[in-house]
């Protein structure tokens, strides 16, 4: 099993930045790859971005050019650093990773953290 920690949501004004930290443990080498959902009041859970092992990256249209994903695989952590924040990025940030062990394939979520965007 694969562990989850995000940190680094709060309230910044329009124009503004955040990074966004997601710290893994436990099983970190079924790691196959690492992305950043959000989730805003009455809406569905979406894709940020996400990374696979081999360095693949996927963004949302919303939130190309503005924010981007990285990992230090030395620390187990994943970042999203988000740039020029509009107040539609309001909402939960979730880390997930997928994982592959011989029991097969599987996917583990953070808690989340809030991401409140003011005008």
């Known amino acids: 099993q694969v562990q989850l920690v995000e940190s680094g949501g709060g309230l910044v004004q329009a124009g503004g930045s955040l990074t966004l930290s997601c710290a893994a443990s436990g099983s970190t080498f079924s790691i196959t790859a690492i992305g950043w959902y959000r989730q805003a009041p009455g809406k569905q859970r979406e894709l940020v971005a996400t990374m696979s092992n081999g360095g693949k990256i996927k963004y949302a249209e919303s939130v190309k050019g503005r924010f981007t994903i990285s990992r230090d695989n030395a620390k187990n952590t994943a970042y999203l650093q988000m740039n020029s924040l509009k107040p539609e990025d309001t909402a939960v940030y979730y880390c997930?990773?997928?994982?592959?062990?011989?029991?097969?394939?599987?996917?583990?979520w953070g808690q989340g953290t809030q991401v409140t965007v003011s005008s």
């Open positions: 997930n990773v997928d994982t592959i062990t011989t029991l097969g394939p599987s996917y583990y």
